[in-house]
């Protein structure tokens, strides 16, 4: 997997969520190319009374009612003091959340640093909400995996394997059964803290497929905005290869195996591919027991339980041929 470092200016932020969130940019034009490089926000909180141990470098701030309320409650110059000691820690922006009017002493200390400081009218759990949902698409810890991401329903799928297996061919076969793909061939993934790894296709080549023999099609024009959409959790990865008469394929379903993307284990099945085998159908069935495992039904260990009850009745059975049921619990859960 190959890593990109993005970073998005002030300027791109309020262009991008002008309308959504009503940004205004009330001072500090000069300062709107000023690089957010952390998916993370900051409210300063406890900071304005002199507590900076828990402010991280270069984050932007949020200022809420509280903390404007608090600012305009102290001394001249204890405000002025706190707002130093909190611009000292570069923000790239202040925003003023709430329909709130920021105090003046916060407006000159952040036209003297060159901090824009914006102003939207939305209720601070509601701005919080969306910026970071914004800056968490552009900017957390990203990699490119090469595969195809589908949603297939509801299950992200990541489909993988060696060049020319027929991974675009398989996602074809499954938009054509009503799934949508994300992306094809170049997927990046980032991940959301604690441990939720989420996809998307890369931008320049969003929404297109390779078809060898077609070239390039696009899914959005062929089959509507329907078929495609813009990212999606992994929750498995089904990887293709060829079938190797001598290798041992899991029967039973027992096998618990997992793909690690960017230090997350994310359950994997490997289906061989081999003729007559319509591998779209499998990959749809692959993301139905998924859902099953995640509402905690797990097929292969109710019917190793069974069969295990109808060898306890045959005595001439030893009790060493029984399938450990905990055992196989534990390695499916």
């Not at 069935?285 to 039904?297: C, F, I, S, T």
């Amino acid at each position: 997997m190959e890593k990109t470092l993005p970073r998005v200016s002030i300027r791109r932020l309020v262009r991008d969520l002008r309308e959504r969130l009503e940004i205004l940019v009330l001072t500090g034009e000069k300062g709107l190319d000023r690089l957010i490089e952390h998916p993370t926000i900051e409210r300063p909180g406890l900071a304005l009374t002199g507590y900076l141990e828990m402010i991280e470098i270069g984050h932007i701030q949020i200022w809420g009612q509280n903390e404007v309320s608090y600012l305009e409650s102290l001394s001249t110059d204890a405000s002025t003091l706190a707002v130093e000691h909190l611009v000292k820690t570069m923000p790239p922006c202040i925003v003023v959340t709430a329909d709130r009017t920021p105090p003046q002493i916060l407006v000159d200390i952040a036209v003297k640093a060159e901090v824009p400081v914006l102003k939207s009218p939305k209720p601070t759990a509601v701005f919080i909400e969306e910026i970071h949902e914004y800056l968490y698409n552009l900017l957390a810890d990203t990699r490119t995996v090469h595969g195809v991401l589908m949603d297939v329903i509801g299950v992200g799928v990541l489909i993988t394997g060696k060049s020319g297996i027929g991974k675009s061919e398989c996602a074809l076969d499954l938009i054509q059964k009503g799934h949508r793909l994300v992306g094809d061939d170049v997927v990046e993934v980032y991940k959301r803290p604690p441990a939720t790894v989420i996809g998307r296709g890369a931008e320049l080549i969003r929404h297109h497929m390779e078809i060898r023999g077609l070239g390039i099609i696009s899914i959005k024009d062929l089959y509507g905005i329907s078929a495609v959409r813009n990212r999606k959790v992994i929750d498995i990865v089904v990887r293709l290869e060829e079938w190797q008469d001598q290798k041992e394929y899991d029967r039973l379903g027992l096998d618990r195996q997992t793909y690690e993307i960017l230090n997350v284990p994310i359950p994997m099945v490997v289906l061989p591919v081999a003729p007559g085998r319509h591998m779209a159908s499998i990959v749809e069935v692959a993301a139905r027991n998924m859902l099953l495992h995640k509402q905690g039904h797990n097929p292969a260990v109710k019917l190793a339980k069974r069969v295990n009850e109808k060898l306890k009745r045959d005595e001439s059975i030893p009790p060493a041929e029984m399938l450990d049921i905990e055992e196989l619990r534990k390695e499916t859960e």
